[in-house]
């Protein structure tokens, strides 16, 4: 920022003032968030120079941006291995193929330890899973929920028992039922996927179920009528009168759903050795290096990060599917 | 040419409360004929939108019924089109959609063009076909109204019934609207039921005007036949000495006969529940 900053004034001021004015508007807005993220990296560093543990020194920015660093050279050096193999691979089967045409080549997977970012690419795939699993239940749940009150007094117990328990007093089961049905000599997806998605479908349920009942009850009594006027079908009326009418709520329980998905994920992840970004941390922090608190440190603010960038895509999706363009959405 | 149309007989309700049954309404007796403009006034909660609403069929009475030209009602349904005191037009489809979801499902056996042309003509009867594209939220309260009303006509109601229709609007808006409608009922000739506390309004549109007496309990204490020539001039009526006679009418029964008392006791009830109720939220 500051450098584009001095770049700018040093342009010729005729051509530069519009865009400079533009720019000076947005500073305003940009100055706290700058101010705040540098007053944390600098007690962060503070602070950590001041504790040791039996890994050493807790590390600071400059060893954590030192690790980033290092993941990325692992991981492209990770590709480049596996791009050798395959080729390798490749002109084995060729010669094969020219000495006997019969030969049936086979082309073998490559083995090579997951990466930083193959993990990080596990979780998201898997939590992007498990979140859509819950979501297509607890959507339409919470329409029944919302709609009949037979249906909420059915349900609530349930909801009210189910919604505080942690994800990790399911896992155990979760892994024992995966293991006990998904029995196939060629299965589609791990086991250790399906544990972790299922696992994060049955946190995410919760808020998204509420959050749509209490939206679809709460849909104003006039715009109810105007739907009992015009006889409509329980179909369109749900269609028409009732999922626009509580898009707003129901996307508020999916944010929320998807926020305690990814945290559910992590720990799930770590508790049951599932690739993902939890088992990095995990294997990072049995590993006991010297960088490993470095390397844990990166994948909390990836996690983070991560984190914070499905928030705003489920906000751009409510931008989109909702008609209410100029509701202020946060 | 006036036959029996819509009759309302005996009709009472009761809602069940924590107390037992509170009676709203009792031998509401109301015979209409086609065509007619019926204005029903009275003090707020006296029960006239319980009326309107069992007419609509949103409410079930408790006792007695109503029949619409030999078939009693027993739901909602756009023969008994509902004009809606805040509008309730879908904020989130345009003016000509709103319009045209209700033409859609009351006459399915319409093409095409015919569906769009049903619904021109009917957001050109509420003079509203320059916002055809804009959502609710981007006209007026008086816009709206008419879209309102527009989509009531456009399901080719039997029965008109309109909730407060111009109650949340300013005097200039309400006099153009009143306008609007006379025009409408004039050409249309629909059966219109009303809900008003503005006694000029009632005097104004309607042919007869029903005047309730105050809950609990609450029935049709006056019926008044107001015999004005129409087409009806708002200015050459204030004038007009009969005019002034059925205000004189209205107002008596409202003010003198079914005064509303409201002792300090009772307000002060009143404002201590408030209270109460906004720490309960807080």
């Known amino acids: 920022m500051s450098k584009t900053v001095q770049a700018l004034s040093q342009m010729s001021p005729t051509r530069s003032s519009v865009l400079w004015g533009t720019i000076m508007s947005s500073v305003p807005k940009l100055l706290m968030p ?31 941006w030192e690790q980033v660093v290092t993941l990325v050279d692992e991981h492209q050096a990770q590709r480049e291995k596996a791009k050798a193999f395959y080729s390798r691979q490749e002109e084995r089967n060729a010669e094969r193929l020219a000495l006997d045409p019969d030969y049936d080549a086979k082309v073998r997977e490559y083995t090579g330890a997951p990466t930083f970012f193959d993990q990080i690419w596990t979780s998201l795939y898997t939590v992007m899973i498990g979140f859509l699993i819950a979501s297509v239940i607890a959507v339409p749940l919470g329409i029944l929920c919302g709609l009949s009150r037979s249906a909420y007094a059915a349900f609530n117990p349930l909801i009210q028992l189910f919604k505080p328990v942690s994800p990790l007093a399911w896992l155990p089961l979760v892994t024992m039922v995966v293991s006990a049905l998904y029995v196939s000599d060629d299965p589609m997806f791990s086991k250790s996927f399906i544990t972790s998605a299922f696992t994060v479908s049955l946190c995410c349920l919760w808020p998204t179920l509420i959050n749509t009942a209490v939206g679809v009850s709460n849909i104003d009594s006039d715009l109810v009528n105007v739907s009992k006027v015009l006889r409509l079908k329980p179909l369109s009326h749900v269609r028409k009168i009732v999922l626009p009418a509580s898009v707003p709520m129901i996307f508020t329980g999916l944010r929320v759903s998807l926020g305690i998905g990814w945290m559910v994920l992590i720990a799930a992840e770590m508790l049951a050795q599932n690739p993902g970004l939890g088992k990095f941390v995990w294997d990072e922090f049995q590993n006991g290096s ?41 | 040419m006036q036959t029996k149309h819509l009759e309302l ?73 509902v004009v809606f005191q805040n509008h309730s037009l879908l904020p989130w489809l345009t003016v000509y959609k709103n319009v045209e979801l209700a033409v859609k499902q009351t006459q399915r056996q319409k093409s095409k063009k015919q569906i769009r042309d049903w ?62 409608l006379m025009d409408i009922h004039a050409e249309l000739g629909n059966t219109v039921i009303m809900i008003t506390h503005d006694v000029d309004e009632a005097v104004l549109l309607s042919d007869r005007i029903v005047m309730m007496t105050n809950g609990p309990s609450a029935t049709i204490g006056e019926v008044l036949d107001v015999e004005l020539e129409r087409p009806r001039d708002r200015l050459a009526l204030a004038d007009d000495p009969a005019y002034n006679h059925y205000r004189h009418e209205v107002l008596t029964f409202l003010y003198e006969k079914q005064k509303k008392i409201e002792t300090v006791t009772n307000r002060k009830r009143a404002s201590g529940g408030a209270s109460s109720k906004k720490s309960n939220v807080a």
């Open chain 1, 290 to 330: 010297s960088e490993s608190l470095a390397r844990i440190m990166v994948a909390v603010l990836t996690i983070g990060l991560i984190g914070f960038l499905l928030d705003r895509l489920m906000l751009s999706v409510q931008r989109w599917v909702s008609w209410d363009k100029a509701a202020v959405l946060r």
């Open chain 2, 119 to 180: 619904v021109l003509h009917n957001l050109e009867l509420v003079h509203m076909t320059h916002a055809l594209d804009k959502l609710p939220s981007e006209i007026s309260g008086g816009m709206k109204q008419r879209v309102g009303i527009a989509r009531a006509l456009a399901m080719e109601p039997k029965v008109l019934l309109m909730d407060e229709p111009f109650g949340a609007l300013d005097a200039l808006t309400r006099a153009h609207l009143q306008d609007s």
């Open chain 1, 34 to 64: 700058i101010v705040g993220i540098l007053l944390f990296l600098a007690v962060w560093n503070g602070v950590a120079k001041s504790i040791d543990t039996s890994l050493g020194q807790f590390p600071g920015p400059a060893q954590v």
């Open chain 2, 9 to 81: 007989t005996q009709v009472g309700i009761d809602f069940p409360t924590p107390k037992g049954p509170f009676n709203a309404l009792t031998d509401v007796n109301l015979k209409i004929h086609k065509g007619e403009f019926i204005s029903l006034i009275g003090h707020s909660g006296c029960g006239k939108s319980t009326v309107l609403n069992i007419v609509a069929g949103l409410h079930h009475a408790t006792q007695g019924g109503v029949i619409l030209d030999g078939s009693e009602v027993r739901e909602p349904g756009p023969e008994r089109a």
